[in-house]
């Protein structure tokens, strides 16, 4: 099945405010073995953020920005992919916080911090198999270079699933947002 998007699909927009991913970080993850490793980490993700917020005397549902598990790409080349799995955060972690996180990641583990600075936002909605979403990305940032430049300088692109399977058995119903940060030319 081929999926075509068409430029009008894509909405450009202004995030406020700046955002706080916290998760699990992969480099040098082929490209192809990703959702394998998002399979396998997720629970890692969500037990180690659940049993930390609670030592912290805080629900982890009450200190997320957003209830959708995030992919983040920190960079993608060749084929491999820098990236991590884990959610948005209202309030960014201070250090020694982040140390006790690690702890509870595991030292096979990297802790993945980073925030989304208030900028311009590319955003294409995906229902569908996530098997599609390699060729989707391809096609995401070819139709934004006629008027965006793609923020490669820190710039950070991701995926909020909305529609998983931890809550439809049908892969045609899964429901993926990407984003990217973008400049105009």
Not at 83 to 88: I, L, Q, S
Not at 102 to 116: P, Q
Not at 164 to 176: G, L, R, S, Y
Request: net charge negative; proline share 4%.
């Amino acid at each position: 099945m081929e999926r075509k998007i068409h430029p009008s699909e894509i909405k450009v927009f202004r995030n406020q405010p700046e955002q706080y991913f916290i998760g699990v970080r992969k480099r040098d993850l082929p490209v192809k073995d990703i959702g394998e490793y998002f399979g396998k980490i997720f629970c890692v993700v969500v037990t180690s953020l659940t049993t930390f917020f609670k030592q912290e005397g805080k629900n982890f549902s009450d200190v997320l920005s957003n209830p959708s598990s995030i992919t983040m790409y920190f960079d993608v080349s060749n084929g491999i992919a820098d990236m991590g799995v884990g959610f948005f955060i209202e309030k960014q972690l201070d250090n020694s916080q982040q140390e006790k996180l690690k702890e509870l990641i595991g030292k096979e583990n990297e802790l993945g911090v980073c925030t989304v600075p208030t900028s311009d936002l590319a955003f294409y909605r995906h229902t569908g198999p996530y098997s599609l979403l390699p060729n989707l990305w391809g096609q995401f940032c070819g139709n934004l270079n006629e008027k965006y430049e793609i923020v490669t300088n820190n710039g950070l692109s991701w995926e909020e699933n909305m529609v998983h399977p931890d809550n439809e058995t049908d892969e045609n119903k899964f429901v993926t947002d990407l984003y990217m940060q973008v400049k105009r030319k």
